[in-house]
């Protein structure tokens, strides 16, 4: 077994999740929960994103938000950055972190961000030189890693020529998105070995989505190659637009307590942060799919009188 | 690696998502939901429960649904049974199996049968030469063998001594059941290798619930350990009585789609499947907790026309 003993968790819910929702998230209420993941020990937070307020007017607010979030910890706040513009904007900023993002097939990354694959890492490299003079180190995300909606499977050639660039750019890491929940077992240790033995400086972080149930078996997969960074987000919030009624990414209450249970270290509070997943819940106003929040870990006990009727 | 490269599926929504139903399902509505079942290619389906039509008004019609099950194919037809009156009735049908449980907690079995654990294993004895009588295989179901709501952890010690009591009925296998949603991959791996070093003649079953979110995760650990058995439910229809709001039994489909993509054969086709657990959800007017009956297959793919904006 390959298996880490500690784990980085990424929470993106703030930028993944609440970027998909109908209503606008109050600042204020942005500002209280990315601290509350702050205090309950979440070693990295993808807090926004500074894309056009017309693409997404849901995150109009990320400077604001980034200003009044407690920097006392360790918490790497990192921001999306979509081109040279948002770059410029998250250096003024001094975010901790720049994470750029393209897709791994041609008409996904179209559809996305209205671009080629190579149109978008020539913009990456200029978003490097502006994130290398502000000395914010660059994160660079693949969507559809594991699967295009559009093309179906995405080869490890395609992966590994992604990955090249993003050394070539001095980038800090890949991430490897299930943007559509597409990954399965076989696939991620295909993906993950490839890069692995091809691009080795590169360490790889993975980005499940729970589309297709199997979000949390896919990290197991992650963790058998090794891997020792994930992203979750809140509550399981977000979405896949191919599957309306499908869950989105994989939910991080439910990841940290597998990941504990199996003694695998995260630093993070479980309690702390089923609290504030269960704050997501009110303020969006909609039941989120986390199951942790709802049901508490194993040994959260019962008085025999807490139910009427036990079921066999 | 110790993974089987098939596994025996029982579907376990007729009797363990039915009964928890507040409504009456039609007795004509569960034939065609089981006949469907079967002609998917089910090989196994605990099809309902000879219990007292007062303690579970929703299977009351569990001989009227038996006499019109689809008789022609190998799948195994299996009913639960509490008691030796219910044997009688499960032998008269003549089913092709009988199920009994007790829970492996006395608190537990306390408040769902209302007896000690030795009540409960006196009275399989009985249930066993009934069921020997009659030719019909028994299979023993432990309850909370994962964790009790009311006790917390559960020993391999008290599992072993309900299994060599299994074992000496005569009983054709045991199943762990995660009543709860308290099974962890440690905790599994554990139980699995106690049971198969001290009872190893005995073959084992495992039925997890998806209460905290690592049901699949649950499966994988089995799978790990050599287990070739598991049960699961279409659309994962089912609850837990302590976390109202958390999914019940692990999602058929969701399994299936799974273990198919890790190349573990089942035998059962899974667009059927997924037919059925969408009627199934229609049947009972809402939402169930199966990802893959919402977003399909990985490889269905869409057209770019499909969606008006992909997220990035």
């Known amino acids: 077994m390959n298996r880490p003993t500690r784990v980085e968790i990424t929470e993106v819910g703030p930028r993944d ?36 307020p017309r693409a997404v007017p849901q995150l109009v607010d990320v400077v604001d938000v980034f200003e009044r979030l407690d920097r006392s910890t360790d918490t790497v706040l990192a921001a999306l950055v979509p ?43 200029h978003v490097a030189k ?61 993906a993950v070995r490839h890069l692995k033995e091809h691009v080795p400086e590169l360490p790889i972080g993975l980005h499940f989505h729970n589309t297709r149930g199997i979000g949390l078996v896919n990290v ?40 504990h249970e199996m003694g695998i270290e995260t630093g993070i509070d479980l309690e702390q942060l089923s609290a504030v997943a269960c704050n997501v819940e009110s303020v969006i106003g909609r039941d989120l799919p986390g199951q942790v929040m709802k049901a508490g870990p194993r040994l959260k006990l019962h008085s025999m009188a807490d139910v009427a009727t036990a079921v066999g």
Chains 1, 2 share one sequence.
Request: aromatic content about 8%; glycine content about 10%; hydrophobic content about 40%.
């Open 17 to 52: 999740g609440l970027q998909a929702e109908p209503a606008f998230v109050p600042t204020a209420t942005k500002i209280d929960l990315i601290n509350n993941l702050i205090a309950a020990g979440v070693p990295r937070i993808e807090f926004s994103s500074f894309v056009s």
């Open 83 to 125: 081109n040279a513009k948002g770059a410029v904007r998250a250096a003024e900023c001094q975010v901790d972190e720049i994470i750029v993002f393209l897709s791994a097939s041609e008409s996904h990354n179209l559809k996305n961000v209205n671009r080629s694959v190579e149109e978008s890492l020539s913009g990456f490299e």
């Open 130 to 190: 502006i994130a290398d003079h502000a000395g914010i180190p660059v994160n660079g995300a693949i969507a559809t890693a594991f699967g295009c909606p559009f093309e179906g499977d995405v080869s490890v050639k395609q992966l590994e020529a992604i990955a090249r660039r993003y050394q070539e750019c001095g980038f800090s890491g890949v991430t490897l998105g299930d943007t559509t929940g597409m990954a399965t077992p076989p696939i991620v240790q295909r």
């Open 220 to 259: 197991i997969a992650g963790l058998d190659e090794g891997v020792d960074r994930y992203d979750s987000s809140f509550g399981g919030i977000g979405g896949c637009p191919f599957a309306p009624k499908a869950t989105g990414n994989i939910c991080t209450e439910d990841l940290i307590y597998l990941l």
